[in-house]
């Protein structure tokens, strides 16, 4: 595990309220905060420190990021055209 993670581990334990600023994909467990987290969120530095420890992470209605959700369509249409 890095460093990196540890922290985020860390911060995520001492401000429960980051979870609802965070975004995980279920497939590949990629954590990252939500885009459209504010850029200031009262009181305090929540948002900055979000920010320099975590990546922005889109993930889509079924809680996959990116890469995930490209991987899982075309993995869709391969079952298909094997069923043709
Ligand atoms: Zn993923």
């Keep these: ?7 985020q581990i860390l911060y995520s334990k001492q ?6 600023w965070l975004n995980q994909c279920v497939i590949c467990g990629s954590v990252g905060y939500k885009p459209e987290m504010p850029t200031k969120i009262f009181p305090g530095f929540l ?4 920010r320099k420890l975590f990546k922005p992470l889109i993930v889509n209605e079924i ?20 069923k043709i």
Excluded: F, G, T
């Design 1 to 7: 595990m890095s460093s990196k993670n540890r922290e």
């Design 63 to 82: 809680n996959l990021c990116n890469d995930c959700a490209k991987h899982w369509i075309k993995s869709m249409e391969q079952d298909n055209s094997e």
């Design 15 to 20: 401000y429960p309220e980051v979870a609802r």
């Design 47 to 50: 948002a900055e420190n979000i």
